[in-house]
């Protein structure tokens, strides 16, 4: 849970990652099956909607990780900023690059005028 970045707020946001091997560096499977029902080895909490799924992209196909952020209360930022909900390190990305909301039932993406 703790590698997960998981809180107990249904409200705010975590962060799956596959769990690899550290020998072979294969991904541990996420469920089993025992006595016919499906098992989940990670608990993945309950997220208020409206909610957004971000994947980051990564070099090798082996490592995926998955932003789950809640917009329930309020708005996904994203940036390289420290006040922003995902952070990406980039500096081709600005402090606050862009704004996700929910309105209406619809996401609305809002670009910060950034310089890249």
């Known amino acids: 849970q703790e590698r997960l970045k998981i809180t107990e707020d249904p409200e705010g946001s975590y962060c799956y990652r596959d769990l690899m091997c550290e020998l072979c560096k294969a991904p541990y499977p996420t469920s089993v099956q025992e006595h ?23 070099s090798t196909k082996a490592s995926r990780s998955l932003h789950i952020v809640s917009v329930a209360r309020q708005p996904l930022k994203v940036g390289r900023g420290h006040e922003a909900t995902v ?3 980039d500096v081709s990305i600005s402090r606050c690059h862009a704004i996700i909301t929910c309105e209406d039932g619809q996401f609305v993406v809002q670009d910060n005028n950034s310089k890249f």
């Open 36 to 58: 016919g029902e499906l098992q989940r080895l990670i608990p993945v909490p309950d997220t208020t909607p409206p909610f957004v799924v971000l994947e980051e992209a990564s």
């Open 87 to 89: 952070r990406i390190p």
